[in-house]
DNA sequence: TCAAAAGTGTTCAATTTACACCCATGG
DNA sequence: CCATGGGTGTAAATTGAACACTTTTGA
């Protein structure tokens, strides 16, 4: 049996995402050789011998954009290893999504011929490299689900944020409106989940806003509260 | 680049979890061969030529437990890449946990010379096989963050059970105790989380207690409540 | 009759919701 | 001045926390 056991190679794909404009965006590459040669896919790349294959997300990460030193928000949406997903062979993904704020500076550079921003809901009309829609989709819905249980969202803003950039954050990621008044009060009382700097900003227009940083939080508090710890 | 990809061996382990009076306990084997013969490790085994990561997980749960036909709580945990992680060579592990009901009939078969049921405090004092401690505590996290977000924590009750079984569920994962009336109210109000037989059971003692199913929901309600869908 | 567990009532406090309204800026 | 967005006030409804209390069984 064991002897049976495929040997694979690993490739890590990040699925990066941020909010432009009010909506959703994707990254993707067009590929510039075979297979699939032309269409659009998910940046990454294979693992290499001295790392593991969060870092191997990272490094694909970081050739893609700028980070400016940041550690951005990347969480693993699942492990694709179907032994047909990949013509070449043997292949294995591990794919991560990445939140990162706007505006993003896309670099073009390792086999990427060309790198794309699409919105999310056009993307998932193209045709996608590999098993690449798939992806896509399960990184998406990842990423709902960190918006409702997680402060993940001030990954998408910038360093320091409105309060109104938040909301337009949930907003896009989630469609629909929220109450801007209520917004307001909610994420201002949940403890942790953003520091107020000091400083405002006009930037959005209208009265001056007050910015805020991420807070230590990284959790909203469950819909059944957690007990004391008694042991 | 590419051609020193390397080639690698994938396994599933899965961290099995049930809450046995009271506790949350967790299968683990006593290895019966080398490396680390002799202790204890979570059960996982290799990936075959003809199926996927998540295929193999699933066949070795049903390996080590009876599952009469019931499609358990199945989660990706992470993904365990590091290239020392296996003394026999480059072995990348996909981790899940799988949270089922007691009594749990393990069953002795495969590589394992024996398995054992042992409480998770004390399971984590040991010194486990491979990279093991790091995945079970990895596991028992995204357990207990299951239950904040999800209604997971049907998987570890029977097909019908009480309202107070399943509140001994929590109870047992996140430690501490919750208020019996209040815990009733909270989870026979949100929609589709459980639904009545109409049954009742005198089976842990008092007044006979209302039998409830699973519901249709996987979600409990987010804090920051989801705006109706526009679009 | 008593103990045990289920489930409901009750009360006060806190939060949510849906708004109206005022505030502070740029143009 | 006006438009724009930021932020607070407010009142009604809902929900939460704590805990007393009734119900229904087995022993």
Redesign the interface.
């Known amino acids: 049996?064991?002897d049976?056991?495929?040997?694979?190679?690993?490739t890590a794909d990040v699925v990066i995402l941020t909010v432009r404009e009010d909506r959703l965006e994707v990254l993707l590459i067009r590929r510039g050789k075979a297979p699939f040669e032309g269409m659009l896919a998910i940046p990454g790349g294979?693992?290499?011998?001295?790392?593991?294959?969060?870092q191997t997300a990272i490094r694909e990460l970081e050739e893609e954009t700028s980070l400016d030193g940041m550690t951005p928000h990347l969480e693993?949406v699942?492990?694709?290893?179907?032994?047909e997903r990949d013509p070449r062979g043997q292949i294995?993904s591990?794919a991560w999504v990445a939140m990162i704020p706007d505006p993003p500076v896309a670099k073009a550079g390792g086999d990427a011929a060309a790198t794309e921003w699409l919105p999310v809901d056009q993307a998932l009309k193209e045709p996608l490299a590999f098993d690449h829609k798939l992806i896509l989709q399960d990184a998406v819905e990842k990423a709902r689900?960190s918006?409702?249980?997680s402060t993940a969202a001030v990954s998408f803003c910038r360093k320091e944020f409105t309060i109104s950039e938040l909301r337009r954050v949930?907003?896009a990621v989630?469609?629909?409106?929220?109450d801007p008044g209520n917004?307001h009060r909610?994420?201002t009382r949940?403890d942790g989940f953003i520091e107020p700097t000091g400083e405002t900003t006009t930037r959005d227009g209208g009265r001056p806003a007050a910015l805020y940083r991420a807070g230590a939080r990284r959790?909203?508090?469950?819909?059944?509260p957690?007990?004391?710890?008694?042991?």
Do not use: H
Request: proline share 9%; aromatic share 12%.
């Open positions: 049996m064991r049976r056991s495929p040997l694979v190679q690993l294979y693992m290499e011998a001295d790392e593991n294959l969060w693993l699942g492990v694709y290893t179907d032994p294995a591990g689900q918006l409702n249980q949930y907003e989630w469609g629909g409106k929220l917004f909610k994420v949940i959790w909203l508090p469950p819909s059944i957690r007990p004391e710890v008694s042991a």
